[in-house]
């Protein structure tokens, strides 16, 4: 059995293990690859906003929109079986919540040759629906899922799980990525209303630490998985 993840030091400098697939981040599996060179195809015949498609910024930015806007965000989808967790698997759906977003654009900028770990953290949606919070409880989203991209000599954090077609619907802000600073939950919606609250940072990973992940689940919602 391969041993749990661990976290790594948040500027530690990327190595070949975070070009490389493993475990969850499936950056070599063939409908990944497919999913990349999509998107970079159309990045390459469309204005990004990050220079050249063949940039790492470009990239990063065409990979990240694939994943936000190509598969809907849906938290009534949490399952226990590892393997849809595998990033090849997410990529063959067509909805998922945070965790499985964040390994998809995490294996996809692997498989662009862009270095890439993963991020969690726990969040406060104070716009969060009185059905999901009903389900779950609270309204505090514990191992929020996130990718943390090298790009320009550091790390960006990244996160995909908002489509923009929800965004919308609830009058959100589209979380945008540049491929230059942070894209992380917007404190604010588009009424200035409270939205998203980071509270806890529970550090970055290579891989996906899914049993400790489910073993905070079971603790706290016990009703949601």
């Given at each position: 059995?391969?041993?749990?993840?661990?976290?790594?030091?948040?500027?530690?400098?990327?190595?070949?293990?975070?070009?490389?697939?493993?475990?969850?981040?499936?950056?070599?599996?063939?409908?990944?690859?497919?999913?990349?060179?999509?998107?970079?195809?159309?990045?390459?015949?469309?204005?990004?906003?990050?220079?050249?498609?063949?940039?790492?910024?470009?990239?990063?930015?065409?990979?990240?929109?694939?994943?936000?806007?190509?598969?809907?965000?849906?938290?009534?989808?949490?399952?226990?079986?590892?393997?849809?967790?595998?990033?090849?698997?997410?990529?063959?759906?067509?909805?998922?919540?945070?965790?499985?977003?964040?390994?998809?654009?995490?294996?996809?900028?692997r498989?662009?040759?862009?270095?890439?770990?993963?991020?969690?953290?726990?969040?406060?949606?104070?716009l969060?629906?009185?059905?999901?919070?009903?389900?779950?409880?609270?309204?505090?989203?514990?191992?929020?899922?996130?990718?943390?991209?090298?790009?320009?000599?550091?790390?960006?954090?990244?996160?995909?799980?908002?489509?923009r077609?929800?965004?919308?619907?609830?009058?959100?802000?589209?979380?945008?990525?540049?491929?230059?600073?942070d894209?992380?939950?917007?404190?604010?919606?588009?009424?200035?209303?409270?939205?998203?609250?980071?509270?806890?940072?529970?550090?970055?990973?290579?891989?996906?630490?899914?049993?400790?992940?489910?073993?905070?689940?079971?603790?706290?919602?016990?009703?949601?998985?």
């Amino acid at each position: 059995m391969a041993s749990a993840p661990e976290i790594v030091a948040a500027d530690e400098q990327p190595d070949e293990r975070d070009l490389r697939p493993g475990g969850l981040i499936e950056s070599d599996h063939p409908v990944v690859r497919r999913l990349v060179d999509r998107a970079l195809k159309e990045a390459a015949t469309q204005d990004v906003g990050a220079g050249s498609a063949a940039s790492s910024v470009a990239r990063a930015v065409a990979l990240f929109v694939a994943v936000r806007d190509g598969y809907r965000y849906d938290p009534y989808t949490i399952s226990r079986e590892p393997d849809e967790y595998r990033a090849g698997a997410v990529a063959e759906g067509s909805q998922s919540w945070c965790v499985p977003k964040a390994t998809l654009l995490t294996a996809a900028a692997r498989a662009a040759g862009i270095p890439a770990r993963v991020g969690f953290a726990d969040v406060r949606n104070h716009l969060q629906s009185a059905r999901l919070r009903d389900r779950m409880g609270t309204d505090l989203f514990l191992w929020h899922g996130y990718s943390v991209l090298w790009l320009g000599d550091r790390w960006l954090k990244a996160s995909p799980a908002f489509n923009r077609e929800l965004c919308e619907r609830f009058r959100t802000r589209v979380l945008e990525f540049d491929g230059r600073s942070d894209a992380l939950f917007h404190e604010y919606d588009t009424d200035g209303n409270r939205h998203m609250e980071y509270v806890n940072h529970r550090g970055v990973y290579r891989d996906i630490p899914l049993a400790a992940i489910f073993d905070t689940f079971d603790q706290y919602y016990p009703d949601l998985v």
